[in-house]
């Protein structure tokens, strides 16, 4: 129904930036929330950032003013902008469509992506 890939990710030293991206295919009508959450070795997947197709957000405390989440809606597409890395932000990160209006007028939710790498060094 829906499929998303990501890219962006890799590894990059402390302070640095890294642009992540998202794009949702399939028999889309609307996507009402997209996401990015992480999950770190040895650890629950967290949220990082969320939008909703009005361009409202929500973030983690611990990105708060480092990462920028920002969508295109035209092209079904989510970024992240993460700027200040720091090591702790190493994890695979996981982006999400929640809220799903589908072609067929059907409602879906739930869809994650394969997962990217960032790996930040200290």
């Known amino acids: 129904q829906v499929q998303l890939v990501e890219s962006g990710g890799g590894l990059v030293q402390a302070g640095g930036s890294l642009r992540l991206s998202c794009t949702a295919s399939g028999s889309i009508f609307e996507i009402n929330v997209m996401g990015w959450y992480r999950q770190a070795p040895g650890k629950q997947r967290e949220l990082v950032a969320l939008i909703t197709s009005g361009d409202s957000t929500n973030y983690a405390d611990s990105v708060k003013g480092r990462f920028t989440i920002f969508r295109d809606n035209a092209k079904n597409t989510v970024y992240l902008q993460m700027n200040s890395l720091k090591p702790e932000d190493t994890a695979v990160y996981y982006c999400?469509?929640?809220?799903?209006?589908?072609?067929?007028?059907?409602?879906?939710?739930?869809?994650w992506g394969q997962g990217t790498q960032v790996t930040v060094s200290s």
């Open positions: 999400n469509a929640d809220q799903v209006l589908l072609t067929s007028r059907a409602r879906v939710s739930g869809f």
